[in-house]
């Protein structure tokens, strides 16, 4: 039990979650391509990168995650379909997220886009990414980290209360993360961003939970334990009936329908997007 706390432990340690557009250079004839597309991040934006490495990296390429992927397949997503970087993705204009970087074996794979996000990882050094050519770069803040089931069910078991202190680390974070930002931007010559505060967005989604249709803002659907919160989804886990009307998919992720609702306010919506939407990022 103490190993599998530590392992969902390292599920979020703070990583910055990031997709790079990169505009080509030249001429654009009708219909014009999506721009390129690049992903970082931890395990809520891995497709498949930890399925290449050794323990103890987490891993997710096993059910009940990927039930409502098209054919039920487990690709290494932690979730119960496509997740964000998958649907920013369609917005786009692709089928879903570009490859992960590790299953790559040919150059014509990579031609349009690359997913580097791999479950568990830290801090990138992400900035250097700018060097390389990056000049459009969404960043995300940490959603409200203290209502996971995984964080409810180790300390408050009884309530299923939220971690006021985990959640003002959010706030702190993403207030931070902002600023940093904005203040790199005069900094950087074309530099273009869009900051995404899923802190905001998670709070709206919870306070008018119904309105979007979910009804489950406290168990996972795929778990163990009190509010499924106390181990990772597995083919031995719970697996609730409806994974549509859930907030959270197993102790850590969210919802396929979670994942599309806040890709979908980050690509079009005007609200807790700055300066623009990513709709506006790619066309700019
Ligand atoms: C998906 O696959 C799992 C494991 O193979 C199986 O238990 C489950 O019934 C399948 N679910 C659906 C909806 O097909
Ligand atoms: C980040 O880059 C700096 C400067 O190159 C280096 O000293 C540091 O070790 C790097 N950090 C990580 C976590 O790789
Ligand atoms: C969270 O932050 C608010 C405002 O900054 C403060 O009033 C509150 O005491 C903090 N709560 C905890 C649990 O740290
Ligand atoms: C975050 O920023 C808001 C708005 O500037 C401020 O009211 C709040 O106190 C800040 N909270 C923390 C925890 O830094
Ligand atoms: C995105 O949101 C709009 C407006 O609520 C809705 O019409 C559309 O179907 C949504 N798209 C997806 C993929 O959920």
Redesign the pocket.
Known sequence: MQMKQMKMKSYFTGTILLFIIVSPSVAIVTPSPPPFFYVFGDSLFDVGNNNYLQYPAPKANFPFNGIDYPGNISTGRFGNGYIGPD?VAMFMGYPQSPPPYLSIINEYQTSRGINFASGGSGILNSTALYNSGARKIIVLGTAKTGCIPFIRSLLFPISGGCSEDLNNLSIQFKNETRALLQNLTPKLSGFRYVFIDTYEMDSLIRANAHQYGFTDLTNACCGIGRFNGQAPCTPISNLCSNRDNHYSWDPVHPTQAVA??VS?MSY?GLLHVFPMNIQQLVNA
Do not use: S, T, W
Request: aromatic letters at 40%; a positive charge.
């Open positions: 649907y599309r609702l979908n079009y």
